[in-house]
């Protein structure tokens, strides 16, 4: 598929903006188990470009003027941009989300299969600057050149190359083949903790080399973890969510309301890998006890955990450790992987391959 193909994409006929990250105000201590109740802002919606450009006012114009400026020195050429149709060729659908979407695509020097994410440009898009680098570059680009430098982590999805055009960023990923997303598998499958276990072990690895790299992925969940059903191999993808690691606290969330840690819901602010460890329990949960765990906030506060009777004792443990209110009282990632749980016989999930 070439360039022009894209003109009969709904996508490049009406685009919604990024969904803005949303600041919640601290919350005054409530009644004993109160009813939690979120706000959010409208998202706002952006037109696409007509045919030619409108007049614009001259501050505008040096903004635009600058930020294609300021991404000169990257690795995205001018012409590289415009040639991005001559060097891959794009092929079905493979997804889409609130702020980009994602085609199949064959790099045509070599036939190797990518896959080509197209994210929404909008006016609030954070670029920043690396340390030791000159370039400013897209949050996500940026987060995922953290992530990609060498040695590259097996279990966390590469990016090649990525580029830019007044519509769009576009990012060049690796795509695995054959793989389907974990929320999928898990509903066709019905998963051992042999099977979990090796799962955990890959997307915990996958966590503590973000982290390594000074990264917070914030958006662990099934739909964001790729698998191969034949071999059980993991790759964590979409960084959409992530942010620069900090020592201090953060005071915005925008990952998925689910995976939202108390401590964010009744004091506003959370730590990074607190907050990882918690989203792990609750994929661990969702894997072992096929079941979605929290259905609101009240419940993430209040909630209780239940456990299918043939549960073993050790799984049910390292849930209930990873899922404390109390957000000091959880492992790092590192207990993680010492726990017990974790010592049995990792690679008896062979058994349970599918043939």
């Not at 696409?48 to 903004?63: S, V």
């Not at 415009?82 to 079905?92: D, E, L, Q, V």
């Not at 982290?211 to 191999?233: A, C, F, K, M, Y």
């Amino acid at each position: 598929m070439d360039s022009s193909c894209l003109v009969s994409d709904p996508h490049f006929v009406r685009m919604e903006s990024q969904e803005s990250h949303l600041k919640r105000k601290r919350m005054d201590p409530a009644p004993e188990q109160p009813e939690l109740q979120s706000k959010e802002k409208p998202r706002k919606r952006m037109d696409a470009p007509p045919e030619g450009p409108e007049p614009q006012p001259k501050e505008q114009k040096r903004a635009k003027k600058r930020r294609r400026t300021e991404t000169e020195g990257n690795n995205v050429k001018t012409k590289k941009r415009a040639n991005i149709f001559s060097r891959y060729t794009m092929g079905k659908r493979l997804g889409e989300g609130g702020s980009a979407f994602v085609y199949a695509g064959v790099r045509k020097s070599d036939r190797k299969k990518v896959a080509l994410k197209f994210m929404y440009r909008s006016e609030v898009d954070p670029y920043i600057t690396l340390p030791g680098d000159t370039r400013r570059l897209p949050l996500e680009v940026a987060l995922m050149e953290l992530v990609c430098k060498p040695p590259h982590c097996p279990f966390v999805i590469e990016l090649l190359e990525w580029f830019e055009t007044p519509a769009f960023f576009l990012l060049v990923l690796e795509r695995p083949d054959p793989c389907v997303d974990l929320l999928d598998y898990c509903e066709e499958v019905n998963m051992s903790e042999c099977t979990a276990r090796s799962i955990m072990q890959q997307v915990l690895s996958a966590a503590l080399h973000c982290r390594d790299r000074g990264v917070i992925h914030r958006d662990i969940t099934e739909s964001n973890i790729l698998l191969n059903p034949q071999t059980l191999d993991v790759k964590l993808i979409d960084f959409g969510c992530g942010d620069l690691l900090k020592d201090t606290r953060y005071t915005e969330f925008t990952g998925t309301r689910p995976l939202y840690p108390p401590e964010w819901i009744t004091e506003a602010e959370y730590e990074a890998e607190p907050a990882t460890v918690w989203a792990l329990g609750i994929l661990l949960y969702q894997l072992l006890c096929k079941t979605k765990l929290f259905s609101g906030e009240h419940e993430i506060v209040y909630g209780h955990l239940d456990f299918p009777d043939d549960l073993s004792e050790a799984s049910c443990s390292l849930i209930k450790w990873c899922l404390q209110r109390d957000p000091k009282r959880r492992p790092t990632l590192e207990q993680i992987l010492a726990h017990h749980w974790f010592q049995g016989q990792v690679n008896e999930e062979q058994q349970n391959k599918p043939k």
